[in-house]
């Protein structure tokens, strides 16, 4: 009896069971499945939107065909770049683009990346110069970082002045060029600048400019000038400090680097240096100007077949001062006069008139320069009312290109300082410090 029970109970479950399901699937319709369980949502969608701390120039109209004007749409991307944080402007490579003169202002957020990796070239119609600029390509006010890398060019077009300078006619074939020729790059007023990978040639003047920036680094960069193209500096350098020049070829028509007054903490090494002027310290105290400049290094630095090795040049009148100056390990390959120093300098063209006044020069330091020359080993002419003291050689060794050519033995004026071993060829003509002199022109260093 109890069997039949547990029988007659497992038939009515099983019919229960039985008609609960058919009526679930009745409510679906004859023809439809059970419900799929719910897909998880993709973290991104399928056409993500762009990046909002990229901003390429072809997004804001630039063509890059090398004829249509892209300045604008440059102004327009900076413009967003400039507003957001860690930001990124990108010219793409491919692509040649026409810029005219151009400001890149800040203040902005910090750390911007100026992403070159195409070529932008100057203008050289004379309309687009008007009267003539100082500058093509600036960045100005930027203190929270910015930064332009990449391996892209910017071409100055220089040639456009280059010899019509020479002839002093200022022609080319559309017309008129403006006689002020603009630097290529210039940054002002601007703090933690980097500069890398990019090449600038061609310059109308100067190639890459710092004016009133701190904490600067140029590196593994390129400039590239023909030697005969006139004032065409490499890196030009004024009232700048903590800067550091390294791993970077510079060919120009003028100084590889030029470092002006209101620079200190300078360390320029690693560098190639030709065809150009060398490395130079100057000009300084034109027009009765006061000039400063401390603490320089240049070191490993290769040079050939420059006007001047390591220099420093002043004019008379000036006022001011140059010290802790340190060259080392300089290696020169047909460099006019490798070691120059000259307080007599001149590049106007009429005759300078004498000055009783000049600048300070003391604590410089000459330490393995090496290599050949074509006219003059040293030249150390320093001023009758201010001599340059505390000049340091050490380890030199320099030997004419020829000994057949027309050379000049060593020559000093009123230089003190000491050799610290035997030099090639020797420099007899510096003379021991003076103490007296020391103390006189410390008294008188209007830079302290």
Not at 105 to 134: E, H, N, R, Y
Not at 208 to 234: E, I, R, W, Y
Not at 342 to 351: E, I, K, R, T, V
């Amino acid at each position: 009896m109890r069997s039949k029970c547990l029988l007659l109970f497992l038939i009515i479950a099983f019919l229960v069971t039985s008609t609960n399901f058919d009526l679930c699937n009745a409510t679906r319709g004859p023809h439809q499945h059970p419900e799929p369980k719910p897909t998880p949502k993709p973290n991104s969608s399928p056409n993500p939107s762009p990046n909002k701390s990229i901003f390429n120039v072809l997004e804001y109209g630039a063509k890059g065909n090398g004829a249509s004007d892209d300045t604008k749409a440059f102004l327009d991307a900076w413009a967003d770049t400039c507003k957001a944080a860690v930001s990124t402007m990108v010219v793409p490579s491919g692509y040649r683009f026409l810029i005219g003169p151009i400001s890149f202002m800040g203040p902005c957020q910090p750390k911007i990346v100026f992403q070159l990796d195409g070529k932008i070239i100057a203008p050289t119609s004379p309309k687009a110069w008007g009267s003539g600029l100082l500058q093509w390509i600036e960045f100005k006010k930027l203190e929270g970082g910015i930064r332009i890398q990449g391996n892209g060019t910017i071409e100055g077009q220089g040639s456009a002045w280059w010899p019509n300078l020479k002839l002093n006619t200022y022609q080319d074939n559309a017309g008129k060029m403006p006689q002020t020729r603009p630097t290529a790059l210039r940054f002002y007023g601007s703090y933690n600048v980097t500069v890398t990978g990019i090449t600038i040639q061609n310059s109308p003047q100067f190639h890459l400019k710092f004016d009133n920036c701190q904490a600067v680094q140029v590196f593994n960069m390129t400039v590239s000038s023909p030697g005969d193209s006139p004032n065409t500096d490499g890196i030009h350098l004024q009232n700048s400090v903590d800067v550091s020049i390294h791993h970077t070829t510079l060919s120009c028509g003028d100084d590889c680097v030029s470092i002006q007054t209101g620079c200190s903490n300078v360390h320029v090494h690693n560098v190639d240096c030709g065809p150009g002027h060398g490395i130079s310290i100057g000009s300084l105290g034109k027009g009765k100007t006061q000039a400063c400049v401390s603490d320089i290094t240049v070191r490993n630095v290769r040079m050939n077949n420059t006007l001047a090795g390591v220099r420093i040049k002043t004019w008379q009148g000036g006022s001011g001062s140059v010290r802790n100056i340190k060259f080392s390990n300089i290696q020169v390959s047909e460099v006019k006069t490798p070691i120059d120093i000259d307080q007599f300098y001149c590049d106007g063209p009429n005759h300078c008139k004498n000055e009783s006044s000049a600048l300070a020069l003391s604590q410089i330091s000459y330490e393995k320069i090496k290599g050949t020359y074509t006219v003059q080993p040293v030249y150390l002419a320093c001023s009758d009312n201010f001599p340059c003291y505390n000049i340091s050689l050490t380890d030199i060794e320099l030997k004419p290109l020829q000994e057949n050519l027309h050379i000049y033995d060593p020559y000093c004026w009123d230089a003190y300082g000491e050799l610290h071993a035997p030099t090639i060829p020797p420099v007899d003509c510096l003379q021991s410090d003076n103490r007296k002199i020391n103390e006189r022109l410390l008294a008188q260093d209007s830079c302290k």
